[in-house]
C-alpha cells in the first residue's frame, strides 16, 4: 500500500481509508467480474464513470444517505472493470490486474 503521506496523484495525498477500502472491495468485484465478457465490463465501467462524474466528491466527502457508498462502489467497479485490460490499471499509486480465465482474451 502507498504511503499515504505521499503524493499519489496530481500531487493529491492518498486517503489511508479509502486506500484500505479499496484493497478490498476492488478484488471481490474483480471476481465477480472474471466470467463476463469484455463488452459487459466496458459497459460497467461506462456505467460507474457516469455515476462518478455526478457523486465523485462524496468518496470524501458526506452527502445524503448512500451517496458516499453508491460512489465508492461505483469507483471500485471501475477500477475492477478496468483491471481486466492488458497491463491492468493504476489508480492512487495502487497497481490492478485481473487475468481474464481465457488468456486470449482482449478487451474491445
Known amino acids: 500500500m502507498p504511503n ?7 500531487g ?4 489511508p481509508l479509502l486506500l ?8 471481490l468485484w474483480i471476481e465477480q467480474f472474471r466470467d463476463l465478457s469484455p463488452e459487459e465490463r466496458k ?4 456505467e460507474a464513470s457516469a455515476l462518478l462524474q455526478e457523486k465523485s466528491e462524496f ?8 451517496d458516499s457508498a453508491a460512489a465508492f462502489n461505483a469507483l471500485a467497479r471501475a477500477i475492477a472493470a ?13 497497481h490492478w490486474q485481473a487475468n ?6 482482449t478487451p474491445p
Not at 459497459?43 to 461506462?46: E, G, S
Not at 478496468?82 to 495502487?94: D, I
Not at 481474464?100 to 482474451?105: K, L, T
Open 4 to 10: 499515504p503521506s505521499e503524493p499519489c496523484a496530481f
Open 12 to 15: 493529491a495525498r492518498c486517503e
Open 20 to 27: 484500505l477500502g479499496l484493497s478490498a472491495a476492488v478484488p
Open 43 to 46: 459497459k460497467i465501467a461506462q
Open 59 to 66: 468518496i470524501l466527502y458526506l452527502g445524503k444517505p448512500g
Open 82 to 94: 478496468l483491471a481486466f485490460h492488458p497491463g491492468g490499471v493504476k489508480v492512487f499509486g495502487q
Open 100 to 105: 481474464p480465465i481465457d488468456p486470449q482474451e
